[in-house]
């Protein structure tokens, strides 16, 4: 997997509102064959931690798709706790 950083925004509809969110990184998974978009809108939890969503989407059209599997969350959740656990060093 190759995970590229990004620092670019986005807007998406969601319930008639205008949701602006800011891309964290992309990646391609070899096994699934997917690329994967994580990105957050900046809100924060009851706990104070930042919320993050993730998506597959095709880069041709940059559609975004629901992460469906347990493996694809699971390949999400290791990347990014590797992203975080190396931010913090």
Do not use: C
């Not at 990184?25 to 064959?33: A, E």
């Not at 924060?44 to 694809?72: C, H, M, R, W």
Request: proline share 1%; net charge negative; hydrophobic share 25%.
């Amino acid at each position: 997997m190759e995970e590229k950083l990004h620092s670019g925004k986005f807007t998406l509809i969601k319930n008639d509102q205008e949701i602006e969110y800011t891309t964290l990184f992309t990646f391609y998974n070899d096994r699934t064959k997917k690329n994967y978009v994580v990105y957050t809108d900046n809100t924060e939890d009851e706990d104070g931690n930042k919320q993050i969503f993730a998506s597959s989407y095709n880069p041709e059209d940059s559609e975004l798709q629901a992460v469906t599997t347990d493996e694809e969350w699971s390949n999400i959740y290791i990347l990014l706790s590797k992203l975080v656990s190396d931010n913090n060093k």
